[in-house]
């Protein structure tokens, strides 16, 4: 997605942390950048909403590094006396939170908010078995969706508990507001038809079967825009025309905005193992900020759209062009509930009491139920790559 976690504050491996910290958990959160920006050596460390991050850069050396990250791992739990591990980010965080529990004795807990397997880095020498064998055998496994639950549970054959916890959203941020005034603040044509989406675009997201869709759609309607935003994947171009504004990197209350402004939101995706596993962000952003829809027919927007006819063929710009002509003349928003990182990160508050419970750990050190004037005192590690 082009972010930092502890720059941007943003996405589901900053709220989860948060909300177990709002609920009277003691969280410490790891973070490893491997793509070095700054100073190569330089070490962050910062509460943020009662979250206790330290922040570390991989550095040049890889294979040395990575033993070096793993001690340094192991010394910060020893320290946190965590009850429980978190693993969550890509295969290599998960596969060294599993070396830390496992040496310390500890559950490990596992957040896929992706399939692992479908990034690049699953390649390396003994990344995918190494994933399938922590996930196999990790106390809890939470999924962005219910088909990789589905893949967990018959392909990894995961022992332990999964659950479902989808992405969601900040509600202080998307919801519905003044469509003028939003797009008077991201200087956008207020008369305009306007669609788009936003997050990171290229080939590889389907961004390519989008323009080509919108150079069919503007041939047939002249107060059509198309606009962009969000970082640019392999050098991925876009038109130098004034018929689409691509506003660039947008901060995470302008993408707010963004949704507020346009006519039609598109979920952009291929039919590839990424998108079958994943649950698009922008999304519930989208539905948030009372913005129809319309998204590729894969994966978790197959079953939640299928009864809203808003859905492309994510290979086919004709298909993409039908969806959102009918979205602009419909103008249907599906009747979903759209949920906020509150409520997922007490569902995953659930799912790691669960875990310690079904590890025998009936009076963890400090844990207790949250009651109006009672706080949980659960600590957790979470061990997360910060550059996502």
Known sequence: MGKDLLRDRFGRFYEIPEILAARGNQICGVCLKYWTLTDRFSILRQSVEGVEWQSFQLGWNWPVAIVRHIRRLKKIARKFEPDIIVGASDAAHIIMADYVATG?????????????????????????????????????????????????????????????????????????????????????????????????????????????????????????????????????????????????????????????????GVVCNLNNQFAEYCFPQKFYEMLACRLPVVAADVGAMRALLAPYDCLYDPESPDSLARAVEGQLAARRIPELVVPSWKDRGADFQRLLEQALSTAHLTQPRRLSHNTSNQKNTHQSAFVKDSSH
């Open 104 to 264: 310390l004795g500890l559950p490990l807990a596992v957040d896929l908010y992706d399939n692992f397997e479908s990034y690049g880095a699953t390649r390396l020498p003994g990344m995918k078995r190494g994933l399938r064998r922590v996930i196999s055998n990790a106390a809890a496994i939470s999924t962005v969706s219910d088909n990789l639950s589905q893949k967990v549970k018959t392909e990894y054959r995961a022992a332990g508990l999964v659950c479902t916890i989808t992405n969601a959203v900040r509600p202080e941020i998307f919801h519905d507001r003044d469509k003028v005034a939003a797009r008077r603040t991201l200087d956008l044509p207020e008369s305009a038809l306007l669609v788009g989406t936003a997050g990171a675009l290229g080939s590889g997201r389907g961004t390519n079967i989008l323009l080509s869709a919108f150079d069919r759609l503007s041939c047939r309607n002249s107060s059509l825009f198309l606009v962009l935003a969000g970082p640019l994947d392999g050098g991925f171009l876009i038109p130098k025309t004034d018929k689409v504004r691509y506003l660039g990197e947008l901060s995470h209350c302008n993408v707010g905005n963004l949704f507020n402004a346009l006519d039609v």
